[in-house]
């Protein structure tokens, strides 16, 4: 019953770690209509920052704070002077997104010197249930993926700022028409996905170390996840995260992880070829 329960609680925390990196990957490709193969390397900036700001006696916290704000800011900056140029061409702009991961991924291999860097955890130590102990740090992981998720729900769906990042990528003529600054809400809706890959990078790392192929490690799984929960919506790669999460954590008590790992791929890719539009079809939030 103990070993059933931790490995519930496993799954269910590398599910959330997966859903934090998909929301930012899912919001650019769903409202933007690219994918951006630079945000596992936004995921490594975050990391990065968070460590940074350990390294020079920071509480960790100012680093997980400043992360999201600092990345999102470039990500601003990075629409604005390469891939705002792009957007008739989304293949180029994909290429153009992965060559500046590569920049970034290689600044940052320079940076650490290809070397392996702890964080360790803000809350540190086991929450007890009677026998069972699961980590207080992925704990507070699920309850703070949950809360970002509501957030991001809320802000494109209740919000006037979310009304308009919506009819600006829907129908731009018609939001220009308007009077709404068409480049101004594409390079917001890029930097707050970016924001998002930053502060999955802040969290995760005190769990899986810094090093320079952090981002990459999940990106291939986040753009999975955004195929099979299905391109167009807010709640479809969010589902498909939980999905390709769930299946991630879960073979591998079962079989070996190389197995569980190519399995996860077969049966999305299976998934994809009989469900293309993915688990939920159709635009909107």
Same mark, same amino acid.
């Given at each position: 019953?103990?070993?059933?329960?931790?490995?519930? %609680?496993?799954?269910?925390? %590398?599910?959330?770690?997966?859903?934090?990196?998909?929301?930012?990957?899912?919001?650019?490709?769903?409202?933007? #209509?690219? %994918?951006?193969?630079?945000?596992?390397?936004?995921?490594?900036?975050?990391?990065? @920052?968070?460590?940074?700001?350990?390294?020079?006696?920071?509480?960790?916290?100012?680093?997980?704070?400043?992360?999201?704000?600092?990345?999102?800011?470039?990500?601003?900056?990075?629409?604005?002077?390469?891939?705002?140029?792009?957007?008739?061409?989304?293949?180029?702009?994909?290429?153009?997104?992965?060559?500046?991961?590569?920049?970034?991924?290689?600044?940052?291999?320079?940076?650490?010197?290809?070397?392996y860097l702890?964080?360790?955890?803000?809350?540190?130590?086991?929450?007890?249930? !009677?026998?069972?102990?699961?980590?207080?740090?992925?704990?507070?992981?699920?309850?703070?993926?949950?809360?970002?998720?509501?957030?991001?729900?809320?802000?494109?769906?209740?919000?006037?700022?979310?009304?308009?990042?919506?009819?600006?990528?829907?129908?731009?003529?018609?939001?220009?028409?308007? #009077?709404?600054?068409?480049?101004?809400?594409?390079?917001?809706?890029?930097?707050?996905?970016?924001?998002?890959? #930053?502060?999955?990078?802040?969290?995760?790392?005190?769990?899986?170390?810094?090093?320079?192929?952090? !981002?990459?490690?999940?990106?291939?799984?986040?753009?999975?996840?955004?195929?099979?929960?299905?391109?167009?919506?807010?709640?479809?790669?969010?589902?498909? *995260?939980?999905?390709?999460?769930?299946?991630? *954590?879960?073979?591998p008590w079962?079989?070996?992880?190389?197995?569980?790992?190519?399995?996860?791929?077969?049966?999305?890719?299976? %998934? @994809?070829?009989?469900?293309p539009q993915?688990?939920?079809?159709?635009?909107?939030?």
């Open positions: 019953m103990a070993n059933a329960f931790v490995a519930a %609680f496993e799954i269910l925390s %590398f599910g959330a770690i997966i859903v934090l990196i998909v929301l930012g990957l899912g919001i650019i490709a769903s409202m933007m #209509g690219i %994918f951006n193969f630079a945000q596992g390397e936004f995921v490594l900036l975050g990391a990065y @920052i968070t460590y940074l700001a350990y390294a020079k006696g920071l509480p960790i916290w100012a680093g997980m704070v400043a992360a999201p704000f600092v990345v999102g800011a470039l990500g601003f900056v990075l629409e604005a002077l390469i891939i705002r140029r792009f957007y008739a061409a989304p293949i180029v702009a994909m290429l153009g997104t992965y060559a500046l991961g590569l920049i970034i991924r290689e600044s940052v291999r320079g940076l650490i010197g290809g070397f702890t964080v360790p955890e803000p809350i540190g130590g086991s929450i007890d249930i !009677g026998a069972m102990h699961i980590s207080a740090w992925r704990f507070t992981i699920i309850i703070i993926t949950l809360l970002v998720m509501a957030g991001c729900y809320l802000l494109l769906s209740r919000t006037n700022f979310g009304l308009r990042m919506r009819a600006t990528l829907e129908n731009p003529s018609l939001a220009r028409a308007s #009077g709404i600054s068409t480049p101004l809400m594409y390079g917001a809706t890029f930097a707050f996905g970016s924001a998002l890959a #930053g502060l999955a990078g802040a969290l995760i790392v005190p769990v899986f170390s810094l090093y320079a192929d952090l !981002g990459l490690r999940f990106l291939i799984q986040g753009f999975v996840a955004v195929m099979v929960g299905g391109v167009g919506s807010f709640i479809g790669p969010v589902a498909g *995260a939980g999905v390709i999460g769930t299946l991630s *954590a879960a073979l079962i079989m070996a992880p190389v197995v569980a790992d190519v399995l996860v791929f077969v049966l999305a890719i299976a %998934f @994809i070829k009989f469900r993915g688990l939920i079809a159709g635009k909107g939030v």
